[in-house]
């Protein structure tokens, strides 16, 4: 008998609470590429973790997930990708589940983002990721929180910033995109301010996994060291408690560059959703 690859060995389909989305593209990576084989490298690290998470005392099948599959994308044409991959996360979102999508290079979330009502962009990033054009290309990755934003048309945080142009800082100060810089802020502190910025608010959470210190996520398209590690992103990723999650990426996995990067993928979305989800520890230690 053959079996589906889904994520976390759930049932396929769009009838969970929250439906797994994957799109393979990253026609506008401009360092290391690869990271359309992300969505399936994921699927394959969250197989082999185990239902019972020991460090959050959870049962993780708790979480009502299943997996719609891949959106089939245009590596040609950003806005056909776009058009899919709006139609594909507006059914999934229309339908009362929260989108959880798998990337694929940043601009995903630019893709994503006008399917879901949100009412804040979160995002945790090692760059700003703000320009309005990189290389002649408006649906570069170098633009996808911006593009993101518009899209949304909400207020946004960016969280762990460490690289940017000047241009970028000084378009987002204009408006009034929170930049939380990876300098000024602890996990706790970052956990506290988002907390703040998203109480009680429907929340779009854009993780790009170079966020994390290259150290631990080494397959990625842009390393920007340092970093937070695992960890530290845990503690920030506490602020979800108070908030109510409207959709999810993870993005920027390159699989041929790490097998564990991968893994961390598929780790802080469960993580993530068991905080969404206000999931508490069942047995004490």
């Known amino acids: 008998m053959l079996r589906q690859a889904t994520f976390g060995r759930r049932r396929a389909g769009a009838?969970?609470?929250?439906?797994?989305?994957?799109?393979?593209?990253?026609?506008?990576?401009?360092?290391?590429?690869?990271?359309?084989?992300?969505?399936?490298a994921i699927r394959a690290a969250s197989a082999?973790?185990?239902?019972?998470?020991?460090?959050e005392g959870v049962d993780l099948l708790e979480l009502d997930i299943s997996d719609a599959g891949d959106v089939e994308v245009s590596f040609g044409s950003?806005?056909?990708?776009?058009?899919?991959?709006?139609?594909?996360?507006r059914e999934i979102a229309?339908?009362?589940?929260?989108?959880?999508?798998?990337?694929?290079?940043?601009?995903v979330t630019a893709f994503a983002a006008g399917?879901?009502?949100?009412?804040?962009?979160?995002?945790?990033?090692a760059h700003l990721d703000f320009r309005d054009s990189y290389l002649g290309n408006r649906f570069s990755h170098a633009c996808a929180l911006r593009r993101a934003a518009e899209a949304l048309g909400c207020s946004a945080a960016v969280a762990g910033v460490r690289s940017a142009c000047r241009e970028e800082l000084e378009d987002a100060e204009e408006l009034g995109v929170r930049v939380l810089e990876f300098r000024n802020h602890t996990p706790e502190e970052?956990?506290?301010?988002?907390?703040?910025?998203?109480?009680?608010?429907?929340?779009?959470?854009?993780?790009?996994?170079?966020?994390?210190?290259?150290k631990e996520a080494r397959g990625v398209g842009n390393p920007e060291p340092p970093g937070y590690s695992y960890t530290d992103t845990l503690?920030?990723?506490?602020?979800?408690?108070?908030?109510?999650l409207a959709a999810l990426d993870v993005t920027e996995a390159v699989p041929a560059l790490d097998a564990y990067?991968?893994?961390?993928?598929?780790?802080?979305?469960?993580?993530?959703?068991?905080?969404?989800?206000?999931?508490v520890p069942k047995f004490s230690t």
């Open 94 to 107: 229309s339908s009362g589940s929260v989108p959880v999508i798998l990337g694929g290079e940043h601009t």
């Open 48 to 55: 082999e973790i185990e239902d019972y998470d020991m460090l």
């Open 115 to 125: 399917a879901v009502e949100a009412e804040v962009l979160v995002a945790l990033d």
């Open 261 to 279: 990067t991968p893994v961390l993928a598929a780790k802080l979305v469960l993580k993530a959703l068991v905080r969404a989800e206000k999931l």
């Open 78 to 89: 950003a806005e056909a990708t776009a058009e899919l991959t709006g139609e594909a996360v």
């Open 190 to 214: 970052l956990a506290e301010v988002l907390g703040k910025l998203t109480v009680g608010r429907k929340v779009y959470l854009s993780i790009d996994l170079d966020f994390l210190d290259p």
């Open 235 to 244: 503690r920030v990723l506490e602020f979800l408690r108070q908030a109510e």
């Open 15 to 40: 009838d969970g609470k929250y439906v797994v989305l994957g799109v393979p593209y990253d026609s506008s990576q401009t360092y290391m590429q690869g990271a359309r084989e992300a969505p399936r």
